[in-house]
């Protein structure tokens, strides 16, 4: 029972860095990024290779791929989503052509990489050493990969609760309108927040990629396990990150544990059907009027 608590636990705070990136996108710029499964998969990628080619820590790979990927973000939303967000005439609309244009992206980002490396799935071994915590043994990996998770969404809290800027980024994400009658840049916010969220995958699939398989079309899983939390803790808003997060990792654990590994994934469905089921608009999200 408790080797499955901490596993759950372990996979739950992945799961919420994972959607951390993806409520930025989304509750910030107003992006559904249907693409964004397949950028974790090519951080995990780009990591494999910084470690068999280069034999580069990933721990170190991260100062490496968490810049890329900001960049590459960036790059795609004042190219790509950038004229969506000029056309769209109101958020609702903007959400309906980002579906579009990022499932069009999704096809291109997963056929680079099969072009790459094909459809074989990928591992690599690093720091899986056994370690004893309360009385359980867990692989130092995973172990290091939760801290990190922890780390990571620790500092965005802060930033976003504790800087001006983090005010500002929360004020776009309520009321855009609002927010330009104050003198904040919408269109800069946004791009920050949609790169911040390209960062933030980019970290989850180097992390991920130190103690999971993953092949070129294995990125629509995490874009599945990111929108369920998301959706779940409420669009926006990071504690519900971390509370879905968790719930989603501890019932999959459970379930694999105690039931059957092949219904981890009926679970997932039906605790967010649940969820849904008493708030409509997540656990800490707010009701549109």
Do not use: H
Request: some cysteine; proline content about 2%.
């Amino acid at each position: 029972m408790t080797n499955a608590i901490l596993t759950g636990l372990m996979l739950g705070g992945m799961y919420a860095l994972i959607a951390m990136g993806l409520t930025l996108q989304y509750g910030v710029a107003r992006i559904m990024n249907l693409s964004y499964g397949e950028f974790l998969v090519a951080a995990a990628f780009a990591s494999y290779w910084l470690f068999t080619g280069w034999a580069l820590n990933p721990l170190v790979g991260l100062a490496i791929v968490v810049p890329t990927g900001f960049g590459v973000s960036m790059i795609l939303y004042r190219v790509l989503l950038t004229p969506l967000v000029r056309r769209a005439a109101t958020r609702d609309a903007l959400e309906v052509d980002s579906i579009l244009a990022t499932f069009g992206m999704m096809f291109i980002v997963q056929g680079i990489m099969l072009t790459m490396f094909g459809g074989a799935y990928f591992s690599y071994s690093f720091l899986s050493i056994p370690v004893a915590v309360l009385g359980e043994t867990l692989a130092l990996n995973r172990l290091i990969a939760f801290g990190l998770a922890v780390l990571f969404g620790v500092a965005l809290y802060l930033a976003l609760t504790r800087t001006r800027f983090g005010t500002a980024i929360r004020a776009v994400a309520v009321d855009p309108a609002a927010a330009r009658l104050v003198a904040i840049d919408v269109t800069w916010i946004s791009a920050f927040a949609f790169a911040i969220g390209g960062a933030l995958v980019a970290a989850a699939g180097v992390l991920i990629s130190m103690f999971l398989t993953f092949s070129a079309s294995s990125g629509v899983v995490f874009t599945m396990k990111a929108l369920i939390v998301v959706v779940m803790g409420g669009v926006g808003n990071l504690l519900g990150c971390l509370v879905a997060g968790l719930a989603l990792g501890l019932s999959e654990s459970l379930v694999a544990t105690f039931v059957d590994p092949g219904l981890t994934l009926a679970v997932n469905f039906a605790l967010f059907l649940g969820v849904l089921l008493v708030k409509p608009a997540g656990l800490f999200g707010r009701a549109q009027r």
